[in-house]
């Protein structure tokens, strides 16, 4: 390639090429042809070669880092560029390079300093290098847990992404970050610096920090703004902007005290619960006080022997695995271990919660590894404390000297804080347990957490006291209140709906206040604490098609039931909106309600309004989300003429569809109506030249000879 003799010069001077490192283009160019040509190896030699004749010369020496980044000598390049920057302190190109490298080595705490040095001298020059290393921080901060640096991040890398295509990437990443329904949904959306009214030194300051948190520089932002709340140790404003600056800088202890201390001097009620509910999120993430889930490895003789003597053990359940995760990693078998014998009988709606059995663990089994020289073996995991016991003391119990203890390359790994147990269970129902008795039982079960459990559980956001304790206490108000969004934002992690006001009533606590949005402010710069105290009822229908937008992608399931019905009950908002994903999303939020029948009553609506595809497939694709309902109601009397329905009518022509019908209704005990009734058990509907059925085509069967495709829905 020829370089531009009056472009930049790639040294990073500001100066044209021709009038800076002009005398080195030509064998520049050289490398570049050969770097193009796939040379990697006679690229590195000419560049070497460059670098003792040019050893001051930046765009060599950053050009030779970047190839021994490439054949994988991190060490050398690393040291290359320390030596480019001890010359020269700002060269662009090897600032960026560098943050890179020490990031893939170090990750985000040891790249900082000069990842954000970067960030200061060349996010223009080099924005994507940039954007890809924020990209980095946001993927190792999430899977850390500290979700609001990991937003902060992805929103820098698309502030900094250039190009269609890598702003698309990159925004693809954050909506899908957001609509993360594993993450508390206070922690995945946007928190913006408030305003500070000081004097004109205090504002510059202030200003001062918000610009560094726009770059992504919050350590430093936090700097400027511990400056500030030293001098105004009661303004809550910025406290609060201090408190999330921590957190998009991934410090969560830091973040978690300034946001308390700002929530104690906020003085609208329903902000200092956000705030408060945000820190003890954070104190969650960060508290010492976890389950932890333990693990032990066993050699054992050959699994043939073993596993017939596990399959007799009654509280041991055999688990299904699909034929490719048996074929990863030698894996033979997994086991549930229970706390009792599920017994042959389904349970039936007499039982008590107390009755169902309960995972305390699992075995893994995997076969011998001769390459490793790994023996059969057997890895235990459960729960520290009670339940790893328990399934220790079976498999010994079972094995006896026969199993014999190993150094397991796993160590406990933490799981969960320990007040947050009472949310967590894991239930192993017997066989044909009927989906209704079921989901039955898992609605007690939730009842009894929020109605006795929870209350009397100690809380590290009370202080250790429990929610019974502190009720009625005036100066726990705000930390009750903030305890119960969090359960909320917990409960809806696991598709339960809270009542929230329900939850503050019976505590003494004020009704949820609503939250006032400007017409001129943009939906997507709502917290998502904010966006679910909107007051729905006196939005224009604009309005509401973008908070349904929004709310479909958070969904807080509670203020997306109350979004969705108010926009149905619109005719006037009914173009704006996509009916069917409405009417659906309802379904399944009665669905997580218990609900069975408002569900089936909103897949009933969607059925009638919908306009979206084909008809035939549209008319299917509602018929198998209403069976998806009914099937858990296996004495529904429209059940049995919905079956035949689909065998008959759809089944004719989609004789794949038969199949899922029959599976579908053995797994959930049902005798179908098929085969005893007089109904149709095997056809075939094709084109009568051997192509592909669609909706409309003639029913006669293909001309002899005719190849037969089957049609399904979707394609």
């Given amino acids: 390639m020829a370089f531009d003799p009056y472009g930049p010069c790639p040294c990073g001077l500001d100066k044209k090429l021709k009038f800076c490192c002009n005398d080195v283009a030509g064998d520049m160019e050289k490398v570049a042809r050969l770097q193009d040509g796939g040379q990697t190896q006679r690229a590195l030699e000419e560049l070497d070669l460059l670098a003792e004749k040019h050893p001051a010369n930046p765009w060599v020496q950053t050009a030779l880092a970047a190839q021994l980044l490439d054949v994988g000598d991190a060490q050398r390049a690393r040291d290359t560029l320390h030596g480019v920057l001890k010359k020269s302190p700002d060269q662009p190109y090897a600032l960026a390079l560098l943050a890179a490298l020490v990031f893939a080595i170090e990750g985000y705490e040891g790249a900082k300093p000069v990842f954000h040095r970067a960030m200061q001298k060349c996010s223009s020059s080099y924005p994507n290098m940039l954007a890809r290393i924020a990209l980095g921080i946001a993927e190792e901060a999430f899977g850390n847990q500290k979700y609001l640096c990991s937003r902060e991040h992805l929103a820098l890398a698309l502030r900094l992404a250039q190009g269609e295509e890598g702003q698309r990437e990159v925004f693809m990443q954050l909506l899908e970050f957001e609509g993360n329904g594993e993450v508390p949904y206070p922690l995945r959306s946007v928190h913006a610096f408030v305003d500070l009214e000081g004097t004109e030194e205090q504002n510059e300051q202030h200003t001062l920090a918000a610009k560094l948190s726009y770059l992504g520089l919050w350590a430093e932002a936090a700097g400027v703004l511990q400056k500030l709340a030293d001098e105004l140790p009661e303004h809550p404003g910025v406290r609060r902007n201090l408190g999330f600056c921590h957190a998009w800088d991934g410090n969560l202890t830091a973040a978690a005290e ?272 904010q966006l679910a105290r909107i007051a729905i009822g006196g939005q224009s229908d604009a309005r509401l098609a973008e908070l349904v937008n929004r709310a479909l992608l958070i969904r807080q399931n509670a203020f997306l039931r109350r979004l969705l019905t108010e926009v149905l009950d619109r005719p006037s908002c009914r173009e704006t909106v996509d009916l069917d994903r409405c009417h659906q999303t309802l379904a399944d939020l009665e669905r997580n309600r218990f609900d069975v029948p408002a569900a089936l009553a909103w897949i009933k609506a969607g059925a009638e309004v919908s306009t979206g595809g084909e008809e035939f497939e549209r008319k299917l694709s509602w018929k198998l989300r209403e069976l998806r309902y009914r099937i858990e109601l296996p004495e529904d009397p429209e059940l049995p003429p919905l079956l035949e329905h689909l065998w008959n009518y759809f089944g004719s022509k989609l004789p794949q569809l038969r199949e899922h019908l029959d599976e579908t209704a053995r797994a959930a005990g049902i005798d179908p109506p098929w085969g005893s009734g007089g109904l149709i058990t095997s056809a075939t509907t094709t084109t009568g030249e051997g192509g592909l059925w669609t909706p409309g085509s003639p029913e006669e069967p293909p001309a002899e000879g005719g190849e037969s495709k089957l049609w399904v829905p979707g394609q």
Wanted: net charge negative; with cysteine; charged share 30%.
């Fill in 258 to 529: 300034h946001l308390h201390r700002a929530a104690e001097l906020a003085e609208d009620f329903e902000t200092a619960v956000e705030l408060e509910t945000i820190a003890q999120l954070h104190d969650l993430d960060t508290t010492e006080d976890r389950v932890r889930v333990m693990t032990a490895e066993y050699a054992v003789p050959p699994l043939s022997g073993v596993l017939s003597e596990l399959d007799d053990v009654d509280r041991l359940v055999r688990v299904e695995l699909p034929p490719e995760q048996l074929e990863e990693g030698l894996l033979s078998a997994v086991y549930y271990v229970l706390d009792r014998s599920p017994g042959d009988e389904p349970m039936s709606s007499e039982a008590d919660v107390d009755d169902v059995p309960e995972v305390l663990g699992q075995l893994l089994l995997f076969d011998a590894h001769a390459e490793a020289e790994l023996p059969p073996r057997v890895t235990l995991t459960g729960r520290e404390g009670d339940s790893f016991d328990a399934v220790q003391s079976l498999f010994v119990e079972t094995l006896g000297d026969r199993a014999e203890p190993r150094e397991s390359e796993h160590g406990p790994t933490e799981t969960l804080p320990t007040e947050l147990q009472v949310l967590s269970w894991r239930w192993f129902f017997p066989p044909k347990t009927p989906v209704a008795v079921q989901r039955e039982l898992e609605q007690r079960k939730w009842r009894e957490v929020l109605d006795e459990t929870w209350p009397a559980t100690p809380l590290g956001g009370l202080d250790g006291k429990s929610p019974a304790e502190v009720k009625g206490d005036e100066a726990s108000r705000v930390k009750l209140a903030a305890a119960i969004q969090t359960l909320d934002a917990h409960c809806n992690a696991n598709q339960y709906e809270l009542d929230l006001a329900e939850m503050r009533s019976r505590f003494g606590l004020p009704e949820v206040a609503s939250f006032e949005v400007a017409d001129d402010q943009p939906i997507n710069a709502v917290s998502s604490m």
